[in-house]
């Protein structure tokens, strides 16, 4: 358990996410995360010199991405700071937020900044010199479609492994549409009131078109309305198999940020002193081949576990939910009501950016938890390679 490493209330943010080909399609995710960040701190009126090291977690590789971290870290405005890049597929946030949590913990840094920013649209398209190949051709390979499409150890498709998990685990085809219909519902939610919740977290990201003219994104892009009638319509992307196109997520293009530090920072920079937020402990696990959800609980259970913690005792759970079978099988196998994770949306219905889902997933469930006066959150998800990661915080 930790108990030294603190996020400041409303020390974070999230960009909008937008839908792969949509708004950010063009923009290298390292430079436009910097620079979202930069107007970030800047509005907050926070020096970027207060921040010891940088963690970029990105996952897609991006132009000059070699330079990673300390690229990051100066186009912040932090330019005698260095930097690590993390890339951990979808757990990539977890494992930034919580190593810069260690580092805090042990004395290392009194101020860590994680950067998480990620663009599936337009990936690169990789070749490797084959002189021995037939007629000399290349090696090729695309990084987004063709990992999204084969595990390398495991064999297959990333919606094979939720197949398999649903067929273990009895889930059927209702049930996914069922669950996804109640997790649009939850998004929702969000966008009450004007947006109130989400306006809470949410920091637009500016596009210079030309010289002269700016776009602003100030709202997830490329949400598709999930209905009980429209579901009920698609065909199984794999046939027999229980997920359609609209109980998986979707690719998208995004960035979050969250400060990590000490006490007595998180309560200078908080903009509430009474809402400090604590990291607690980590899990992580590897479930048997192609069986990738399977290994979101026993993740959770060793976060819960070194938390001190029963899952009767959280107050707020948020997943990375990329196929709908992913939160049957963690409710079904932790004794947990589906129903009741994921207020106010995940990245079933948001979409999926790879590095900075989770971070997101993070931050909207330390702004539920202040709406509900405190408490614990736990945060969990599969990553590639039949993974998963999870975190434990708390509030109060």
Known sequence: MLNHAFIPYRGYYSSPFAR?????????????????????????????????????????????????????????GADSVPG????????????????????????????????????????????WPNPKGPGGQVVSEDWVMDNFNLDPWAGGAMIQTAENVAGASGISREQCDE???????????????????????????????????????????GVMESTAEGLAKLRPVIPDGVHTFGTQTHPADGQCALTLTTLDKAMELSEDPNRIIRILSYGYARAKKAHMAMAVT???????????????????????????????YLAQTLGLDAEMM????????FGHPQGPTVGRLIIEG????????????????????????????KMG
């Open 20 to 76: 792969w080909q949509g708004s950010f399609a063009q923009e290298n995710a390292i430079t436009l995360g910097a620079e979202t960040s930069r107007r970030w701190l800047e509005k907050k009126q926070w020096d970027p010199k207060i921040i010891d090291y940088l963690f970029l977690g990105s996952t897609v590789h991006q132009p000059r991405g070699f330079y990673g971290g300390p690229w990051a870290s100066a186009l912040i």
């Open 84 to 127: 690590v890049m993390i890339n951990q597929a979808c757990s990539t946030s977890t494992i930034s937020v919580y190593q810069a949590g260690m580092g805090v913990e042990t004395g290392m840094y009194d101020t860590a900044y994680c950067l998480m920013s990620d663009r599936c649209s337009n990936g690169p398209h990789s070749i």
């Open 179 to 221: 669950l996804t219909v109640r997790r649009f519902q939850q998004y929702q939610q969000a966008l009450e009131q004007d947006r109130t919740f989400q306006k809470g977290y949410m920091f637009p990201v500016e596009l210079k078109i030309s010289r002269k003219q700016t776009l602003t994104v100030d709202a997830d892009e």
């Open 298 to 328: 026993p993740a959770s259970q060793m976060a819960l576990e070194g938390a001190d913690l029963t899952p009767g005792d959280l107050k707020v759970i948020k997943t990375h939910n990329p196929f709908a079978a992913n939160d049957l």
């Open 342 to 349: 994921n207020n106010y949306g995940c990245s079933l219905i």
């Open 366 to 393: 330390i702004e539920e938890l202040a709406l509900l006066g405190g408490g614990y959150l736990l945060v969990a998800g599969c990553a590639a390679g039949d993974t998963a990661a999870a975190i434990v915080l």
